[in-house]
């Protein structure tokens, strides 16, 4: 290692540029920190040697520099930036808008967005968030900063805790704010002490040379704020374990018991009721707004639920033996916690089929008496069903959420929302059979201008089943079979968290906050003093708020004839 | 209820023309030859203006006070309200800053902006409506004022950073900075074009139905502005009134696409004519007009403000747009972080100003740099504002 001495004396490490112990910039070291061609001193590290200014020869040395520039910490958060506004310019896979046409990714984007939709579907920009890309790009800038921070980090320590009062004259009239008097009176220069004093400078003297210094702990600010931020991207590494995060879904109906998927078992839930309560279209200060709207507005929902645990001291085959945990109302803003887990009130559906009863009448006597009545329950239908009369209906297809697009009839989902039959009916004795497609209740209900979402159907099942759809699909058929009654229930979608991260994250967050308060609600500021024959040099520095150390100068200097410091800041432009 | 709603519109509309008046106080202060901050005559003008600027802050505190009171829960909850407030904080960091430095040119800048800001809330459906159950929560407030407090000292760095361009930059010819700089006066022009050619039809009461399709399902949409931009392949339904002049495109989506590209239109149109009149007046642009007024500021210090707001304002928009958003997140949806759009340009503005304070470290970003950047940061706080709100749409359900 190449020390440099110094005149005064003192041995800096290699890279030094401001001689640690007086200040004096040393030769042939001015270009690490730009002070070449400069008037000013640059003071952000006090000149001090850093890892990344010094060495330049290992790959280990190359890759240390590169990722402790700013420069380089800069274009990465600029990077993620400019992606992430990509981002949000169609909305990612998530966000599909539930009425899309489709919401399978490949169709969605192209007939949403045309063939820039493709573009983007292609690309893989309908998750960029969760991009291997995305997430290297993050990985890069916690890199950056851990590097960065501790480049800097040790040897600004050092720097600020040598400090010495004594600074060499060029490194005062180097700084940004300095004055020479010709001739100050001792009793000058000890107001001006005492006045610092006073406005909460530390003091420290030395042979006359004077260094006043308040809000050094300020500098840190960054450094605790990049901890913070390295905290936060460990806990989100933290979360993508199963261990710390586990994310379930669940749909009850009204009165239903349900093992809590993600609790291996151990926890249920009973669903005693839903509740959806709407604005009173009549209240006095929304009135306007809900006339407006022209929709109706929850104002609540709410799931009344009880957690159960089977209990430990089962009788292995025994029934399960369960015990009450906990009872609350699930509402938004108000989840149900137990044990660790959290249980979020994420959707609901009004209008799920329960149960469904058809009936069956010639086509030529469609007035009479029916034949044969039969009733499906829709969660579990079965396969074929024997009726009276000796007639026999076979489930041929069943859509428990039907829609039709292009290509036929399908099913948007496996809850019977919107069940839809193709039956085979065998009348007595016949082994032919005649095919009849019955449902799509939901779609007449919106006929009838029913907003399905909004209103419950549970009280029109018997109504609406008269406006079904019923196709005889050959035009041949004998009888109909058409639907009688309905009966509907309400279910409740619920979310099942379970989130140890979050303290980490809480942490991360609150030292970032620290941080960044720290360092920008307080500034380090430097005053030096040096006596010359008859009178004194002045010069200050502070990282930050050159108006604030202006003033309290102004204040110090009041009724001395030391002169004020002159501004030398030189704007490169 | 109904007297306490119309008392506080009362006081918004009062806080309105207090702040306007004390605008003009603030302009008279930069009429001296001599100094912005100084005595005399120009010391009491700027007495008066920063009296008004406050007396009309307490009067839109009380607007606030009561319409919480009346509705119930705090106004920030559809776009009207929450624009207004943001007006608000911008005013309220206004004289926070004014105390620390005393520039009075802050005032003749920043409070116009401010008034921009509550007209345009304005032109939307002011009614008090009901709070979705994802919205009641006390994590709303708290969220929404301190991001919008944030936003509000962040514009101030956008204020000082205009007044160092306009003063700064040459005009004695056009050129690439002064055309930019002019880009972005004439932006604040074309939302007064907004303003004034909604008022104008509101108050002839217009209004005109259109029938469209968007997907399977069939709408109607209600215009105030004569339909230059129809909706995409939409019918007409009222009678009497002008047929629209074209449509809008297929691409544009979203729930009520038509309407709004309309209102677009006409404010590029309105704001347009009106920045030509501008022109027309002064016979020189804008910038090179308000060039000449600014004689008495100092650069440096405008420099210093504009980065003392970002170092001001940063702390406290990272504590409510991302940290008190991230805790009403996880309390209404069990999810501290979604990546909707809302939530993404609130993190593109932090690492916005993250990537200013960095750059801020190194020689060579001061000045124009940092002036420029500071209206850059602006553009994306308005972006976030308004363009999500109304384009990109996502969970935050201002609409
Ligand atoms: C999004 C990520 C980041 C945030 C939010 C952030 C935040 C901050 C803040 C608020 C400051 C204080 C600035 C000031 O005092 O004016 C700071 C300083 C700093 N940051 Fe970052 N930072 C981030 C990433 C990085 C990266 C990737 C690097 C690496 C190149 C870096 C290097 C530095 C350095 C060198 C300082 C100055 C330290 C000093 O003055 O002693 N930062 N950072």
Same mark, same amino acid.
């Given at each position: 290692?190449?020390?440099?001495?110094?005149?005064?004396?003192?041995?800096?490490?290699?890279?030094?540029?401001?001689? $640690?112990?007086?200040?004096?910039?040393?030769?042939?070291?001015?270009?690490?920190?730009?002070?070449?061609?400069?008037?000013?001193?640059?003071?952000?590290?006090?000149?001090?040697?850093?890892?990344?200014?010094?060495?330049?020869?290992?790959?280990?040395?190359?890759?240390?520099?590169?990722?402790?520039?700013?420069?380089?910490?800069?274009?990465?958060?600029?990077?993620?930036?400019?992606?992430?506004?990509?981002?949000?310019?169609?909305?990612?896979?998530?966000?599909?808008?539930?009425?899309?046409?489709?919401?399978?990714?490949?169709?969605?984007?192209?007939?949403?967005?045309?063939?820039?939709?493709?573009?983007?579907?292609?690309?893989?920009?309908?998750?960029?968030?969760?991009?291997?890309?995305?997430?290297?790009?993050?990985?890069?800038?916690?890199?950056?900063?851990?590097?960065?921070?501790?480049?800097?980090?040790?040897?600004?320590?050092?720097?600020?805790?040598?400090?010495?009062?004594?600074?060499?004259?060029?490194?005062?009239?180097?700084?940004?704010?300095?004055?020479?008097?010709?001739?100050?009176?001792?009793?000058?220069?000890?107001?001006?002490?005492?006045?610092?004093?006073?406005?909460?400078?530390?003091?420290?003297?030395?042979?006359?040379?004077?260094?006043?210094?308040?809000?050094?702990?300020?500098?840190?600010?960054?450094?605790?704020?990049?901890?913070?931020?390295?905290?936060?991207?460990?806990?989100?590494?933290?979360?993508?374990?199963?261990?710390?995060?586990?994310?379930?879904?669940?749909?009850?109906?009204?009165?239903?018991?349900?093992?809590?998927?993600?609790?291996?078992?151990?926890?249920?839930?009973?669903?005693?009721?839903?509740?959806?309560?709407?604005?009173?279209?009549?209240?006095?200060?929304?009135?306007?707004?809900?006339?407006?709207?022209?929709?109706?507005?929850?104002?609540?929902?709410?799931?009344?639920?009880?957690?159960?645990?089977?209990?430990?001291?089962?009788?292995?085959?025994?029934?399960?033996?369960?015990?009450?945990?906990?009872?609350?109302?699930?509402?938004?803003?108000?989840?149900?916690?137990? $044990?660790?887990?959290?249980?979020?009130?994420?959707?609901?559906?009004?209008?799920?089929?329960?149960?469904?009863?058809?009936?069956?009448?010639?086509?030529?006597?469609?007035?009479?008496?029916?034949?044969?009545?039969?009733?499906?329950?829709?969660?579990?239908?079965?396969?074929?069903?024997?009726?009276?009369?000796?007639?026999?209906?076979?489930?041929?297809?069943?859509?428990?959420?039907?829609?039709?697009?292009?290509?036929?009839?399908?099913?948007?989902?496996?809850?019977?929302?919107?069940?839809?039959?193709?039956?085979?009916?065998?009348?007595?004795?016949?082994?032919?059979?005649?095919?009849?497609?019955?449902?799509?209740?939901?779609?007449?209900?919106?006929?009838?201008?029913?907003?399905?979402?909004?209103?419950?159907?549970?009280?029109?099942?018997?109504?609406?089943?008269?406006?079904?759809?019923?196709?005889?699909?050959?035009?041949?058929?004998?009888?109909?079979?058409?639907?009688?009654?309905?009966?509907?229930?309400?279910?409740?979608?619920?979310?099942?968290?379970?989130?140890?991260?979050?303290?980490?994250?809480?942490?991360?967050?609150?030292?970032?906050?620290?941080?960044?308060?720290?360092?920008?609600?307080?500034?380090?500021?430097?005053?030096?003093?040096?006596?010359?024959?008859?009178?004194?040099?002045?010069?200050?520095?502070?990282?930050?708020?050159?108006?604030?150390?202006?003033?309290?100068?102004?204040?110090?200097? $009041?009724?001395?004839?030391?002169?004020?410091?002159?501004?030398?800041?030189?704007?490169?432009? | 209820?109904?007297?306490?709603?119309?008392?506080?519109?009362?006081?918004?509309?009062?806080?309105?023309?207090?702040?306007?008046?004390?605008?003009?106080?603030?302009?008279?202060?930069?009429?001296?030859?001599?100094?912005?901050?100084?005595?005399?005559?120009?010391?009491?003008?700027?007495?008066?203006?920063?009296?008004?600027?406050?007396?009309?802050?307490? =009067?839109?505190?009380?607007?606030?006070?009561?319409?919480?009171?009346?509705?119930?829960?705090?106004?920030?909850?559809?776009?009207?309200?929450?624009?207004?407030?943001?007006?608000?904080?911008?005013?309220?960091?206004?004289?926070?800053?004014?105390?620390?430095?005393?520039?009075?040119?802050?005032?003749?800048?920043?409070?116009?902006? =401010?008034?921009?800001?509550? =007209?345009?809330?304005?032109?939307?459906?002011?009614?008090?409506?009901?709070?979705?159950?994802?919205?009641?929560?006390?994590?709303?407030?708290?969220?929404?004022?301190?991001?919008?407090?944030?936003?509000?000292?962040?514009?101030?760095?956008?204020?000082?950073?205009?007044?160092?361009?306009?003063?700064?930059?040459?005009?004695?010819?056009?050129?690439?900075?002064?055309?930019?700089?002019? =880009?972005?006066?004439?932006?604040?022009?074309?939302?007064?074009?907004?303003?004034?050619?909604?008022?104008?039809?509101?108050?002839?009461?217009?209004?005109?139905?259109?029938?469209?399709?968007?997907?399977?399902?069939?709408?109607?949409?209600?215009?105030?502005?004569?339909?230059?931009?129809?909706?995409?392949?939409?019918?007409? #339904?009222?009678?009497?009134?002008?047929?629209?002049?074209?449509?809008?495109?297929?691409?544009?989506?979203?729930?009520?696409?038509?309407?709004?590209?309309?209102?677009?239109?006409?404010?590029?149109?309105?704001?347009?004519?009106?920045?030509?009149?501008?022109? #027309?007046?002064?016979?020189?642009?804008?910038?090179?007009?308000?060039?000449?007024?600014?004689?008495?500021?100092?650069?440096?210090?405008?420099?210093?403000?504009?980065?003392?707001?970002?170092?001001?304002?940063?702390?406290?928009?990272?504590?409510?747009?991302?940290?008190?958003?991230?805790?009403?997140?996880?309390?209404?949806?069990?999810?501290?972080?979604?990546?909707?759009?809302?939530?993404?340009?609130?993190?593109?503005?932090?690492?916005?100003?993250?990537?200013?304070?960095?750059?801020?470290?190194?020689?060579?970003?001061?000045?124009?740099?940092?002036?420029?950047?500071?209206?850059?940061?602006?553009?994306?706080?308005?972006?976030?504002?308004?363009?999500?709100?109304?384009?990109?749409?996502?969970?935050?359900?201002?609409?």
């Amino acid at each position: 290692m190449k020390n440099i001495k110094c005149d005064c004396g003192h041995v800096n490490p290699e890279g030094t540029v401001l001689c $640690e112990s007086c200040g004096k910039p040393i030769e042939g070291n001015q270009h690490i920190d730009g002070n070449d061609n400069k008037r000013l001193l640059n003071m952000r590290y006090d000149g001090t040697a850093r890892r990344s200014q010094t060495y330049n020869k290992s790959i280990v040395d190359k890759i240390w520099s590169f990722f402790s520039s700013v420069k380089v910490g800069v274009w990465l958060i600029v990077i993620a930036l400019v992606a992430s506004a990509v981002g949000t310019i169609f909305p990612q896979e998530q966000y599909i808008p539930i009425d899309a046409v489709s919401r399978d990714p490949a169709v969605y984007y192209q007939d949403a967005y045309g063939i820039l939709g493709q573009i983007y579907y292609q690309l893989g920009f309908h998750n960029l968030f969760s991009s291997w890309w995305f997430l290297i790009l993050i990985a890069l800038i916690g890199v950056s900063l851990v590097i960065c921070s501790l480049d800097r980090f040790v040897p600004l320590y050092k720097a600020l805790k040598k400090q010495k009062p004594q600074r060499h004259h060029s490194f005062l009239s180097r700084q940004r704010l300095f004055s020479e008097t010709e001739e100050v009176t001792e009793e000058e220069k000890q107001k001006v002490i005492n006045s610092l004093k006073a406005q909460r400078y530390k003091i420290n003297e030395e042979n006359g040379h004077v260094l006043a210094e308040k809000g050094r702990f300020s500098r840190w600010g960054p450094y605790v704020n990049h901890i913070g931020l390295i905290i936060i991207l460990l806990a989100a590494l933290l979360r993508s374990t199963p261990l710390f995060y586990t994310n379930e879904y669940l749909w009850v109906r009204e009165g239903e018991q349900k093992v809590i998927p993600g609790t291996k078992s151990e926890y249920f839930i009973e669903n005693k009721g839903f509740i959806l309560d709407l604005y009173d279209e009549n209240d006095d200060r929304f009135k306007a707004a809900l006339e407006k709207q022209g929709t109706m507005v929850p104002s609540n929902f709410q799931t009344n639920a009880i957690v159960y645990k089977q209990s430990e001291d089962v009788v292995t085959g025994a029934e399960a033996q369960l015990e009450k945990v906990t009872e609350d109302e699930i509402r938004m803003n108000h989840p149900l916690e137990f $044990e660790g887990y959290k249980i979020y009130q994420s959707g609901y559906q009004l209008n799920e089929v329960n149960q469904m009863t058809f009936t069956i009448q010639e086509i030529e006597n469609e007035d009479g008496e029916p034949l044969a009545e039969f009733t499906i329950d829709v969660t579990d239908p079965k396969a074929e069903y024997e009726l009276d009369n000796g007639f026999k209906v076979e489930i041929n297809e069943f859509f428990p959420d039907f829609y039709l697009d292009s290509t036929g009839p399908k099913t948007e989902t496996q809850f019977p929302r919107n069940p839809t039959f193709i039956f085979k009916l065998y009348p007595p004795n016949s082994d032919e059979s005649e095919t009849s497609f019955v449902g799509d209740v939901i779609s007449a209900a919106e006929a009838l201008g029913i907003n399905t979402e909004a209103v419950e159907l549970n009280p029109m099942g018997e109504v609406l089943g008269q406006f079904a759809t019923n196709l005889d699909a050959t035009g041949e058929n004998e009888y109909k079979i058409s639907i009688q009654d309905m009966d509907f229930h309400r279910v409740s979608g619920l979310s099942i968290r379970k989130d140890h991260s979050l303290p980490f994250f809480g942490v991360g967050a609150l030292i970032f906050m620290i941080g960044v308060v720290q360092g920008m609600y307080w500034q380090h500021r430097r005053v030096w003093i040096r006596p010359t024959e008859k009178g004194l040099m002045l010069a200050a520095h502070t990282n930050k708020n050159w108006f604030g150390i202006k003033k309290e100068i102004e204040n110090s200097i $009041e009724n001395t004839n030391i002169k004020m410091v002159d501004d030398q800041q030189e704007l490169d432009e | 209820m109904g007297n306490l709603i119309s008392f506080s519109s009362t006081m918004l509309y009062t806080a309105f023309i207090l702040y306007l008046i004390a605008t003009f106080f603030f302009g008279f202060t930069i009429r001296d030859k001599h100094t912005s901050t100084s005595k005399g005559s120009k010391g009491v003008a700027a007495k008066i203006g920063i009296s008004l600027t406050i007396a009309g802050f307490i =009067a839109q505190l009380t607007y606030f006070i009561t319409r919480w009171i009346a509705s119930g829960h705090a106004p920030v909850s559809n776009l009207f309200e929450f624009m207004t407030f943001f007006g608000m904080t911008i005013v309220l960091a206004f004289i926070f800053i004014y105390f620390i430095y005393k520039l009075t040119v802050l005032g003749l800048f920043a409070l116009p902006v =401010a008034l921009i800001i509550i =007209a345009y809330a304005s032109m939307f459906p002011t009614e008090v409506s009901p709070l979705v159950p994802s919205l009641q929560s006390h994590w709303l407030y708290i969220h929404v004022t301190t991001v919008s407090l944030g936003q509000g000292i962040l514009a101030i760095s956008f204020v000082t950073g205009v007044i160092y361009l306009i003063k700064h930059i040459d005009q004695s010819q056009l050129n690439w900075r002064n055309f930019s700089l002019e =880009a972005v006066l004439y932006s604040l022009v074309l939302f007064i074009g907004f303003v004034v050619i909604t008022t104008t039809f509101n108050t002839m009461d217009y209004s005109a139905s259109f029938e469209y399709k968007n997907g399977s399902k069939t709408y109607t949409t209600e215009y105030n502005l004569p339909a230059l931009a129809g909706p995409n392949e939409g019918i007409l #339904l009222t009678e009497g009134v002008m047929e629209p002049w074209f449509e809008t495109p297929a691409w544009m989506h979203g729930a009520d696409a038509g309407k709004k590209f309309n209102t677009l239109v006409w404010s590029f149109i309105t704001g347009t004519i009106i920045y030509g009149l501008v022109l #027309l007046i002064l016979r020189k642009r804008i910038g090179a007009a308000i060039q000449p007024l600014l004689k008495n500021v100092k650069l440096d210090l405008l420099d210093e403000i504009t980065y003392r707001a970002v170092a001001i304002g940063f702390p406290v928009f990272t504590l409510g747009g991302l940290i008190f958003a991230a805790i009403w997140a996880q309390e209404a949806w069990g999810r501290f972080w979604g990546w909707d759009p809302k939530e993404v340009w609130a993190l593109i503005t932090w690492f916005f100003y993250a990537a200013f304070l960095h750059l801020r470290l190194s020689r060579g970003w001061h000045g124009e740099k940092s002036a420029w950047l500071a209206v850059g940061g602006f553009a994306i706080i308005m972006f976030n504002l308004i363009a999500v709100n109304l384009i990109l749409a996502g969970l935050h359900s201002y609409a």
